[in-house]
């Protein structure tokens, strides 16, 4: 009587890849955690468990990416993983900004001191996201605009040097709990005070991004400047040349065909 085999995947290049993408399909897809398929000879657990790994991955990448709040809320795993039963983590870069939203009404001060330093620690990961190449100004006669990707965003200004004293890594709930309330105290009125900051996505040899904190008057006049269409010999004399350069350099105007 002939025997009965189950066909499976053999550990190949090509197996490997294919198995690799049936992960990142059912693991990154909003839902609970399916039946392996029938081409993989896995026990349903040990699928499970692959599959939460994956998951677990881009939590992982969202804290080293910048949202270090996250060591520090209680709960913040499990948050994340009821998160991705309900939404999709294909794109790693809104990751931050929809699981946030999903998070803070259940938190005290979520909407307030406690956003305004999440507000920054998202943009920090969404700065990450390549951007294409701008278009560099030519002549003195070019106008010029934002390139892309570059915008004027209201934070806290106070939050930009918090986040380099959040830890690297989850602390114990107490701990947590302590350095929460240190946080805190940065805040005496409870509430964050907005300004303009300078947000320009990773280019060239910044490939991290950056926020840049304006003047009140270098922001009025860049605002002015690029709403207004100046040419780059206008938009120089309206910002100052040092400020004009250092923009440039990092790739944060382009030449606006008009």
């Known amino acids: 009587m002939p025997s009965t085999t189950k066909q499976t995947v053999k550990s190949s290049p090509g197996a490997i890849e294919l198995m690799a993408a049936a992960i990142d399909d059912a693991a990154l897809s909003a839902g609970q955690f399916s039946d392996p398929p029938p081409l993989f000879s896995l026990p349903r657990s040990t699928w499970h468990a692959i599959l939460r790994s994956r998951r677990m991955r881009i939590f992982d990448w969202l804290v080293d990416a910048g949202f270090r709040l996250l060591n520090l809320l209680p709960d913040a795993t499990s948050s994340f993983l009821a998160f991705a039963e309900r939404s999709e983590l294909h794109h790693k870069y809104s990751v931050a900004r929809n699981l946030w939203q999903s998070m803070r009404k259940d938190l005290a001060n979520g909407d307030g001191w406690l956003n305004a330093i999440a507000e920054t620690e998202i943009l920090l990961i969404e700065l990450r996201e390549s951007r294409s190449f701008s278009r560099m100004p030519l002549s003195e006669s070019d106008v010029v605009t934002l390139s892309s990707g570059v915008r004027l965003v209201k ?100 030449r606006c065909d008009i």
């Open 155 to 254: 934070l806290d200004p106070r939050t930009l040097g918090l986040h380099d004293t959040l830890p690297e890594f989850s602390l114990p709930t107490p701990a947590a709990a302590a350095r929460l309330s240190q946080l805190r105290l940065q805040f005496p009125d409870g509430s964050p005070v907005l300004q303009s900051i300078l947000a320009v996505p990773g280019y060239g040899d910044e490939p991290e991004g950056r926020l840049i904190q304006l003047e009140d008057t270098l922001t009025a006049a860049l605002s002015t400047g690029i709403d207004g269409g100046l040419s780059i010999a206008r938009l120089r004399d309206a910002i100052g040349v040092e400020n004009f350069n250092n923009l440039n350099e990092l790739g944060a105007l382009s």
